[in-house]
């Protein structure tokens, strides 16, 4: 079956990085774009950053625009996030997701807090 499981998450001080990373199986992970979303507490879920099939389209949101990249490795079926100078406002529950069809898919979340 299609799981997402993303790791890579923690607590780290502001102006940190860290790098979340989401392995996929169970479907063809070239074949399907990939985004990051974050749910900060009380808040609405956010797209944060998106990649095309093959990594040559990416988009990320304003709010982490020149912080944060999202890249990916078929060939380990595994997307990423690389979060750097990390913000208090960046704390968050981060979530996988597959554009796959007809239902999209979500991983578990992983927590990440910004925090001195």
């Known amino acids: 079956q299609v799981q997402l499981v993303e790791s890579g998450g923690g607590l780290v001080q502001p102006g940190g990085s860290l790098r979340l990373s989401c392995v996929a199986s169970g479907f063809t992970f070239s074949s399907y774009a990939m985004r990051w979303y974050r749910q900060a507490p009380g808040k609405e879920r956010e797209l944060v950053a998106r990649?095309?099939?093959?990594?040559?389209?990416?988009n990320v949101a304003d709010s982490v625009k020149g912080r944060f990249t999202i890249s990916r490795d078929n060939g380990k079926n595994t997307v990423y996030l690389q979060m750097n100078n990390l913000k208090p406002e960046d704390t968050a529950v981060y979530y996988c997701?597959?554009?796959?069809?007809?239902?999209?898919?979500w991983g578990q979340g992983t927590q990440v807090t910004v925090s001195s």
């Open positions: 997701y597959a554009a796959l069809s007809p239902l999209p898919y």
């Open positions: 990649i095309s099939t093959t990594g040559s389209f990416t």
